[in-house]
């Protein structure tokens, strides 16, 4: 009996002990979050001027004032991968590109139309834009 209740103290112990470790807050460094997430926001285009503001499946792009004005209208969907992925972008026009994180920066690389680049290299009709995150408030 005494090592019955010794064995089931010792399993109790430990489920408390794991339950505690596995609600334990997780470390911001260690974090993932999903692509989506992560382009959420307002970016300004380092080579351009313009801006692109990320919502979720909705992309504002090319205002030039501020975030909010002068620019269009997208959809976009992300098929993430390992740093990066790809995308698609649908509005007033089509567009197929790929993108990757580099530190805090967003590289797009995009072309007109259902073909998609393969690689970040400037070639025709491709355009290709490294994004600098705004601050939170700041637009």
Do not use: S
């Given at each position: 009996m005494?090592?019955?209740r010794m064995n089931r103290f010792a399993l109790l112990s430990l489920f408390a002990f794991g339950?505690?470790?596995?609600s334990a807050p997780v470390p911001?460094?260690?974090?993932?979050?999903?692509?989506?997430?992560r382009m959420?926001?307002?970016?300004?285009?380092?080579?351009g001027g313009s801006y692109w503001v990320f919502q979720g499946e909705k992309l504002f792009a090319?205002?030039?004032?501020t975030p909010q004005e002068n620019g269009y209208n997208y959809a976009i969907a992300l098929?993430?991968?390992r740093n990066g992925g790809e995308f698609d972008l649908t509005g007033g026009s089509t567009f197929a590109g790929i993108y990757k994180f580099v530190g805090d920066d967003l590289i797009v690389c995009y072309a007109g139309g259902t073909v998609r680049?393969?690689?970040?290299d400037q070639g025709p009709n491709r355009h290709i834009h490294i994004l600098?995150?705004?601050?939170?408030?700041?637009?």
């Open positions: 005494k090592g019955n339950a505690v470790a596995m911001k460094e260690l974090k993932v979050q999903p692509d989506v997430e959420r926001g307002a970016w300004k285009v380092d080579n090319g205002g030039t004032a098929r993430p991968g680049p393969t690689d970040f600098k995150r705004l601050p939170e408030g700041k637009k």
